[in-house]
């Protein structure tokens, strides 16, 4: 079993940044070479925000957050890093950990198997 550890949430002005952490424990193997955030406003559908997977790094990011966030990773730590700068009211929401990419499309919340519990992020204008 995977655990996942969420951390740096928070209430934050628009235009301020925050960056949440994020750290894999327990039975982590090949299955855990990819990371990714997953948000979820009140009243909305899970949505990916950003991933990432080792060893090639390669990242990948929902169109909404490009040039505002950027995500990386700490293979040896099994850490992953969400860096969210230039913030707005809209990126209010649970921010989730997730890991165990089973599947094709990095977005697409049924393709992760294992999730944190989630980090609130409140952005206020």
């Known amino acids: 079993q995977v655990q996942l550890a969420e951390s740096g949430g928070g209430p934050v002005q628009a235009g301020g940044s925050l960056r949440l952490s994020c750290t894999a424990s327990?039975?982590?193997?090949?299955?855990?070479?990819?990371m990714g955030w997953f948000r979820q406003a009140p009243g909305k559908e899970r949505e990916g925000v950003a991933a990432?997977?080792?060893?090639?790094?390669?990242?990948y990011s929902a169109d909404f957050v490009k040039g505002r966030f950027t995500i990386s990773l700490d293979p040896a730590k099994k850490t992953v890093f969400l860096q969210m700068n230039s913030l707005k009211p809209e990126d209010t929401a649970t921010y989730y950990c997730?890991?165990?990419?089973?599947?094709?499309?990095?977005?697409?919340?049924?393709?992760?198997?294992?999730w944190g519990q989630g980090t609130q992020v409140t952005v206020s204008s």
């Open positions: 997730a890991t165990g990419f089973y599947g094709d499309t990095w977005w697409r919340e049924r393709d992760w198997g294992y």
């Open positions: 327990g039975y982590t193997n090949e299955d855990t070479n990819c």
């Open positions: 990432i997977c080792a060893p090639s790094l390669a990242t």
